[in-house]
């Protein structure tokens, strides 16, 4: 008797345990996507910045703001000194201004949530891309767009690889583009 209560047990018992298990993993990966891939995530920031605005309705050059990006592996994350050229004298009074503007009178750098990330081990460099022609929206989106910026693209090796084979019919506009590197040390150094 003992033996068929087990047996019966088991029978009922490990479906119902396999379903949880299965249901969890499914929810898990749905529920993770955007820290998998980053598609959705947008923190907030310590200061409400609208692309829309500035890069938008103002029409403000990216590299403006980010003026690395044509010498540097990094786009740079812009110094308070760099907003405040127009801020000392534009919307001085505005609740965002004005906590822009402790920063930049108490020499502090803004704690800027960075929205755009690859892993460690994996090297991209902005100059590269963006001095041959491909623009800031192939990666980041259309950030004139939006009031708050977040990642629009995969930043996953699948995605850079798709674009580096496929470069000259993704990147159709631009002039003389060829297939990117495909070898593993072009972007794990």
Not at 21 to 50: C, H, K, M, N, W
Not at 115 to 126: G, R, V
Not at 152 to 180: K, S, W, Y
Request: hydrophobic fraction near 40%; proline fraction near 6%.
């Amino acid at each position: 008797m003992n033996a068929f209560r087990l047996d019966h047990t088991l029978k009922v018992r490990v479906p119902i345990i396999l379903f949880v298990v299965l249901v969890s993993a499914v929810a898990t990966f749905y529920v993770s996507r955007s820290e998998r891939d980053g598609i959705g995530y947008a923190p907030v920031q310590p200061i409400a910045f609208s692309h829309r605005l500035h890069a938008g309705t103002m029409r403000i050059d990216c590299q403006y703001c980010h003026t690395a990006v044509t010498m540097s592996p990094h786009a740079n994350v812009p110094a308070v000194s760099v907003c405040m050229n127009c801020h000392t004298v534009a919307r001085k009074t505005a609740p965002e201004i004005v906590k822009l503007t402790k920063y930049y009178d108490d020499g502090v750098a803004l704690p800027w949530k960075r929205i755009h990330k690859l892993p460690d081990y994996a090297y991209f460099n902005h100059s590269v891309h963006v001095n041959k022609g491909i623009g800031c929206v192939k990666c980041h989106g259309t950030v004139e767009n939006l009031d708050v910026v977040m990642q629009v693209n995969q930043f996953t090796m699948a995605a850079c690889l798709d674009c580096h084979r496929n470069a000259p019919e993704r990147l159709a506009d631009v002039p003389g583009i060829r297939r990117g590197p495909e070898n593993c040390w072009a972007c794990h150094r």
